[in-house]
């Protein structure tokens, strides 16, 4: 087949077909191969009875913090997305954010990650230790993994960029075995007064 598999991510690793592929039913035709739906199989390693074993292969996870405008008194929500996430059962990261500028209020468990446990330190200012875990993984759910609440401190100064980023990510899928990280993006805080934004959205 000559033709471009249109891949959901390839800059992040994630080599599954979207559904516009031309590889999508296109594997091979004889039943012993067919999908675990009884379908005939995509083409590639997500394909076919032998799915899952595809799945354990160490595809790397890419990990992104929303960039977001404010002004000082604001409180937002931000989220954390991952991408090409779906047997991570466990994550361990830590995020560094600009304590004299922001506060992280809250940390909220999304639609995706809801059936997970959730618990949050801080251990220096400036820091936050944030750990999710469930034995089942994500259950092939995908969207923003978690939403942190900022909080833009009063006493911020307007026309500034701040920034929310990873420090550390250790994830695991439900075999206890380690996901590598392809990519972390972090996030840019737009600091400016409220007569700024009000012009920006006019």
């Known amino acids: 087949l000559e033709a471009d598999p ?9 080599f ?8 999508v039913d296109a594997g091979d035709p004889d039943p012993p191969y067919n999908d675990l739906d009884g379908s005939r199989n995509d083409m590639g390693i ?11 292969l160490g595809i790397p996870v890419g990990l992104s913090i929303a960039d ?5 008194g604001d409180t937002l929500l931000v989220p954390v997305e991952a991408f090409n996430a779906s047997s991570m059962a466990r994550a361990e990261m830590v995020l560094t954010y600009p304590a004299q500028s922001v ?3 809250d940390v909220k468990t999304t639609e995706a990650s809801r059936a997970f446990s959730l618990t949050t330190e ?13 034995t089942r993984g994500m ?46 993006k972090s996030g ?12 920006d959205e006019s």
Request: net charge negative.
């Open 46 to 56: 997500y394909g076919g009875p032998y799915i899952e074993v595809g799945s354990r």
């Open 68 to 72: 977001i405008r404010a002004v000082p």
């Open 103 to 105: 506060a992280i209020v």
């Open 6 to 14: 249109i891949f959901h991510a390839p800059q992040l690793e994630d």
């Open 16 to 23: 599954h077909l979207k559904e516009e592929s031309p590889g």
């Open 188 to 199: 840019t805080i737009r600091i400016a007064s409220s007569t700024a934004v009000g012009e």
């Open 139 to 184: 259950g092939g759910k995908t969207g923003a993994l978690l939403d942190l609440v900022l909080g833009v401190k009063d006493s911020t100064t307007a026309s500034r960029e701040e920034a929310i980023g990873f420090k550390q990510v250790v994830l695991f899928d439900d075999l206890a075995g380690e996901i590598p990280v392809a990519d972390k």
């Open 122 to 134: 801080y251990p220096v200012s400036g820091e936050i230790r944030i750990l999710l875990a469930n």
